[in-house]
């Protein structure tokens, strides 16, 4: 059942805590610890040890995955002026898909025990730790199995030799996101494009949570009216 007034003990494992903050679960993940050391999320290494994830474990594992991908439609008779255009149509839609499930999945409003403490699994993590570095990227395990529902949803709508193409750019187009998504979290970019990139992210982070989505651009932001405001609301009359 719901505690009143339960807290978080932050010195021991959190994952099956989170669960017992019931509805002020929203509030406590939403302020954020700014501290490179994350917090243990269960008591047994092994389990532990599955929740860490190396940044550059994403592209060495999915970017060969993705090569592989777009071979396999040359292989099935494409020719290159055919397969980029798909390449790039993949890494399009991803950036669809990168905005919907951060904004309608990642961002759902939980209070239960069971989904305070998926949330906190899947999303709730980065925000309570934004600047853990090893519970930032999806791990591999998990986007090795949502592979299979994008790969027959592509496949629906696709012939056989695209397929692949497709699906190997939307795989593109996600290793370019997970990285982009630290590189901003971890990085002091110089150039205006990644310094406004990281501005924007951060304000979603640490300003207005509901707002700001998009990780590479603000492109689905704009569309969908999500664009956080450029004053801070308390500032404004
Ligand atoms: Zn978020
Ligand atoms: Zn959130
Ligand atoms: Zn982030």
Known sequence: MVAEGFTVDLNKPLVFQVGHLGETYEEWVHQPIVTKKGPRFFHSDFWEFLTLTVWWAVPVIWLPVSVW??????????????IVPLIALGIFIWTLIEYTLHRFLFHIKTKSYWGNTAHYLLHGCHHKHPMDHLRLVFPPAATAVLCFPFWNLVKLFTTPSVTPALFGGGMLGYVMYDITH????????TRAVTKNLKKYHLSHHFRIQDKGFGITSSL????????????????EQ
């Open 182 to 189: 630290y590189y901003l979290h971890h990085a002091h970019p």
């Open 220 to 235: 689905w932001d704009i569309v969908f009216g999500t664009l956080p405001t450029t004053k801070a609301p308390k500032t």
């Open 69 to 82: 991908c777009i071979s396999m439609s040359i292989s099935r008779g494409l020719s290159l002026p055919e």
